[in-house]
């Protein structure tokens, strides 16, 4: 059985010391190896960002596509291969920004894809400019008189679009967010694992003090009943999306492989192509 | 008795102006008529002109023409936009319910269609009354519509296909009773051969299914949707699925993931979502992820004229992306070849590891023709290198499989995710041999070789074929649906005593520059014809260094197709 070790390479991640994207990076290692899952049986389908090279540096197969469309390329590696693990991941600029549509819909048609998230609230690796996710007031290079724009609430337009899991984690509870990723991929269905992940060298506003300052634990609130959804909105809202922990799931959805009509339990990419003269007669003959 | 014949019928959009001309073309090619339909639409649901032309012939044309013989009008508008074009003497049927009225060099035959159509059962009818009206004129019997329309209604009751063809019969006998029998209008008999009747975007649908496609990843766009509405039925019988996606960005992207992860995937769109593609098309370049994308060509640019002919988007397929990336650029002019292009496309991406683009254009993707039987076994499934997990073990660079190993035909083979031994990386960014990213200068050259080497010298075989005569006055250049009217405009010069050949072309990518200097060498004038403002074709042979003294252009990009008159009328007042 593979171990932490096996999904590690020998790359040395180009991450500034510090950021916070190192612990993500653990975490889904720790979190597949604990699942039991072999290297090979997982595709981590990343962004562009600094974030987005950690398909690089996770020894599974790997696919570092454009800027903001991990997700739907994700959904293409699935629906060719549905007993992939199959992981997404990037940053807050390229998953709520030039990919907030993707993230929607992805949401709705909710494939069995895990996304984790690595926010820091800056767009790090085109050095520093506001991001999506950004408060209203924030400064950086791109708001240099603070952000006259308000920052998007990952998990409350996660909520509203209809996400069976949602969770979200910090960079420095390591062992919260390795159970929140194992849990997320164990989720039939959509999940997201939104990560505050400080960013150490452009983003001098939300620190790892900030976030340990502002942050509400959900997994310490004893009787939160995450399977309920008003629940989830409320904690959602009292603390301005600063909570963390498992903060909703719902087992009742289905995932959308299980829907598609005639979809077979064998992966696409090990089916026979050929068709048969059966069916291509009977097509062609509609139009004698 | 004639040889060909043009019928046409038009009325307000949505009121059965469609199935109307499809009953009759259908009925016609079972007689074994080639027929050749050409739809007049615009970009609404209801309302507003449309019209469906129908040309039925002994011989295989693939080209509309500049008259009509019987014109069938459910309005006056459909009267006043077409009887231009009603030959002297031709005839027009029209319903008496808006009391028509017609110019005087045509026979205006005014049938009570709703009425008649009502006294059979329903208003809705009157096609069928209308239809009869059609089979007097032209000396046809109404049997020849049985069949269809047993089709058509059986699952509605017996009770139905009998009103539908009593309301036939009705309209028959009324305009048989008007004197509307003509036998100059009556078609020589046709020799029964079976033939199949479907549009370029049907043959696409088919091509896809027998090419192996199981994922297909598509936004809704005129005139490329009817692909992906085919394929949502006929995927399931498959196994395989269609995605409606947000948009042409995620259908694009979407579809390199399933290629990547092992399926054959396709996407279906047109000039709009092409260009919301470009960057996902460079990453399939850059990884060499096999892709095959469709781009059904409409009038451009911006929304431009969504539902009309146009050839325009060739430039942008070849140098669209930024960046240079290896890749291949088909175009098919015929449904029979939009069948076979399919398979094509993907064993040219899967064994050269490239994007490949098939580009129709409208009048290609939605004419409905005579179509010869297609064969499934004919198509052979070519999946290009793809490593064995033991192959992949062998071939590794620190711990990972040499995806991008440099090999003398610079195609590596591919893995699929999931196969153990075969982890590696891909990346948008230059790489290594095993996938991680890469700036080293050496490596970023070699690499830069390796991708654009593999088509460097190819010209796809196929890619110009040449027809005509030897040493002529006149080369035609042709590309996509122009095939048909250059094939008759070349007849009509031929008639006139010019020697003329046609070189159409199947491939724009990797350019054919000597097959098609092969093609125009021997020409003393070459005219290339296209549906562009630009001459993007012209423009191209130049770019590529395809050389000929007496190269001109002949243009057309108000929205409608070329017809073989106006090439001949054209390319005749060159000399
Ligand atoms: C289409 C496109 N536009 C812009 C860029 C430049 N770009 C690269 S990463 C990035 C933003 C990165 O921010 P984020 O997603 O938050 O990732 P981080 O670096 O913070 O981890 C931008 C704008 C690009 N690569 N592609
Ligand atoms: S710039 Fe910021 S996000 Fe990027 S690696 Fe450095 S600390 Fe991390
Ligand atoms: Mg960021």
Redesign the pocket.
Known sequence: MATVKDFRNDIRP???P????FSVQASIQRALASLGKEPHEVALISGIG??GRISGYVNTYGFHGVHGRALPTAQGVKLANRDLTVLASGGDGDGFGIGLNHFMHAVRRNMDITYIVMD?R?Y??T?GQTSPTSAHGFTAKTTPSGNIEEGLVPTQVALSAGIGFLAQGFSSDVNQLVGLIEQAIQYKGFSLVNVY???????KINTYDYFRDNIFNLDKVEGYDPTDFLAAQRAITEHDGLVTGLIYRNDNKVAYEDQIPGYQETPISQADLQVSDDIFTAALREYA | MLDQLSWKVGGQQGEGVESTGETFAVALNRQGYYVYSFRHFSSRIKGGHSNDKVRVSLKRFRASNDYTDVLLAFDQESIDLNVGEVRQGGIVIADEKFKPTAPDHVRLFVVPLTKIAEESGSAIMKNMVSLGASACALGLPVDIFTEVIEERFRRKGQKVVDQNMEAIQRGYDYMKDLGGADPELALKPADGTRRYFMMGNDALGLGALAAGVRVMPAYPITPASDVMEYLIKKLPKVGGVVVQTEDEIAAMTMTIGANYGGARALTCTSGPGLSLMMEAIGLSGMTETPTVIIDTQRGGPSTGLPTKQEQSDYLAALFGTHGEIPKIVLTPATPEECFYVVGDAFNLAEQYQCPVIIMTDLQLSLSKQSTDALDNKAVKIDRGLIATSEEAAANQASGEFKRYAFTESGVSPRIFPGTPGGIHKVTGNEHFENGRPAEPAGNRQKMMDKRLGKLAHVELEGSVVRTGDENPDVVIVGIGANVGAITEASEMLRADGYKVAHAQLHAILPFPVQMLQDAIHDGKKVVVVENNATGQIKHLMNFFGVSHPDVQSLLKYDGQPFLPSEIHAKIKGMF
């Open positions: 180009n991450w500034c510090g950021c916070g994207d600094c974030s820091n800056i790090g690796l050095k992940s400080p960013c150490v060298t452009y983003n």
